[in-house]
């Protein structure tokens, strides 16, 4: 690509989001989200392969589509209260369009259909920008209209997209879909909890996020997107396997691991607001991804020889050093002891 497009794109790609999260007007917010979305068009498209130019294709329609929805609410909401805060939504038809407008845009079931294709045609390092920094505008917009936004509807989204990404993920044999189910999932616990206690919202979607890349800079190193290869990973990295199996565990949400600190809170939140049946159909369906992060697991722990002894002699006479890696499998299982102090913040 050249540098100036890829300067442009890069720029492009950081500043939207964060126009966005800063500003305060729905037209401003609109722009950011226009330009994150152009931005990363390019690169879903970069490979030239009809796979990658149908994902791009897919991404462009429903972002466009959120995005057209999301200027129609805002319009129907300045014509009724005549201003533009983005704080300020009073109108139950304009919170009801805006909340299907991001659900569309973050990939929440029952709009989730493009999430996994589009991450299936395009390259792992796109797949993480995604899955991850796309994700940040649309959960912000959400999170500064969510005294607004109608309780019942959001424990629905949440509900759904946590059984829908679990049920989606059992029989995927492809690590990007399955990071797809994965995502999913998670914005199904950020949602639930969205209107009860932004803040833990937003503690989920930061521990989502490391540990998500943590998992995607593993499969990048693998350099491969089947689950049957983990099976040979050791070759590529000695330690990988054990890194592999803890930041998955992590993303499952079992304990003393990093994933189970906004589980616990989350479920202990819904337990307050007298919830029983929700946090109870939450962590039942919580078993689901479980399923399928302890099959990568299993997949990981296995290990076979290489198919071509000249590459285990290559393996053993090159030095592999992820020193990042080891940095944020660090976060992604040993934030835990933390949750004292989170607890504490107003």
Not at 25 to 47: C, D, F, R
Not at 85 to 93: A, E
Not at 112 to 128: D, S, Y
Request: net charge positive.
């Amino acid at each position: 690509m050249n540098p100036y497009a890829s300067m442009i794109i890069t720029s492009s790609l950081i500043m939207g989001p964060l126009l966005t999260v800063s500003s305060n007007h729905w037209i401003l917010a609109w722009t950011g989200l226009e330009i994150s979305t152009l931005a990363i068009i390019p690169l879903i498209a970069k490979q030239h392969h009809p796979r990658a130019i149908e994902a791009a294709t897919k991404y462009f329609l429903t972002q466009a589509t959120a995005s057209t929805l999301i200027l129609f609410s805002s319009i129907m909401n300045a014509w009724t209260l005549g201003q533009w805060d983005i704080t300020q939504m009073s109108n139950n038809t304009s919170c009801i369009v805006l909340t299907t407008a991001l659900a569309i845009k973050l990939g929440l079931a029952p709009f989730h259909f493009w999430l996994p294709e589009v991450l299936q045609g395009t390259t792992t390092m796109t797949a993480l920008i995604l899955t991850t920094w796309q994700k940040l505008a649309p959960l912000s917009l959400l999170v500064m209209t969510s005294q607004s936004l109608n309780t019942p509807l959001m424990l629905v989204l949440g509900l759904t997209s946590a059984l829908t990404g679990g049920w989606y993920g059992l029989n995927q044999t492809q690590l990007r879909k399955i990071m797809a189910s994965s995502s999913i999932a998670h914005l199904g616990w950020m949602t639930t909890i969205l209107t009860l206690s932004p803040k833990l919202t937003l503690l989920t979607f930061y521990t989502y996020t490391i540990m998500t890349s943590t998992t995607f800079l593993m499969i990048k190193t693998l350099e491969t997107n089947m689950m049957s290869v983990m099976m040979t990973s050791w070759t590529k990295l000695p330690t990988l396997n054990t890194m592999m199996m803890l930041t998955l565990m992590s993303l499952a949400g079992l304990p003393p691991l990093t994933g189970f600190m906004p589980k616990w809170l989350i479920l202990q939140e819904l337990t307050k607001q007298h919830m029983f049946i929700m946090a109870t159909a939450m962590a039942l369906i919580s078993l689901l991804s479980l399923f399928f992060y302890l099959r990568i697991s299993y997949y990981t722990t296995i290990t076979l020889p290489p198919n071509s002894t000249n590459y285990l002699q290559q393996w053993r006479h090159k030095t592999n050093k992820k020193p990042y890696l080891a940095m944020m499998t660090m976060l992604s299982v040993t934030l835990l002891p933390i949750t004292p102090t989170l607890l504490t913040i107003p």
